[in-house]
């Protein structure tokens, strides 16, 4: 089992920032490739960003690619996404997964362990 906390949501103007953080506990941290997803209302869940066990191979979805940035310490069992030039769009519930393969989070197949999620809501 993995246990993921994601901290870090909250209100902002458009065009500010915030850094989302997901605290693992469990299993090896170290050994599962990490991802966020969204879900704002009405919507389906969708994937923001995922990087690779090591760090070294990170994908983005295209509608936040040049504005987030995912990485990760695997000293301190998180995992992270700053969010900069936030737009009123990305308003919604955001959530930490973790995959036994990196290749899964573009495959679509579904992660093996998520978090709670936190709100981030971006103003006009």
């Known amino acids: 089992q993995v246990q993921l906390v994601e901290s870090g949501g909250g209100l902002v103007q458009a065009g500010g920032s915030l850094r989302l953080s997901c605290a693992a506990s469990?299993?090896?941290?170290?050994?599962?490739?990490m991802g966020w997803f969204r879900q704002a209302p009405g919507k389906e869940r969708e994937f923001v960003a995922a990087i690779s066990w090591s760090g070294t191979d990170t994908r983005y979805a295209d509608s936040v690619k040049g504005r987030f940035t995912i990485s990760r310490d695997n000293a301190k069992n998180t995992v992270y996404l700053q969010m900069n030039s936030l737009k009123p769009e990305d308003t919604a519930v955001y959530y930490c997964?973790?995959?036994?393969?990196?290749?899964?989070?573009?495959?679509?197949?579904?992660?093996?362990?998520w978090g709670q999620g936190t709100q981030v809501t971006v103003s006009s």
């Open positions: 469990g299993r090896t941290f170290g050994g599962y490739a």
């Open positions: 997964a973790a995959a036994s393969k990196f290749g899964g989070y573009m495959n679509g197949d579904n992660p093996d362990y």
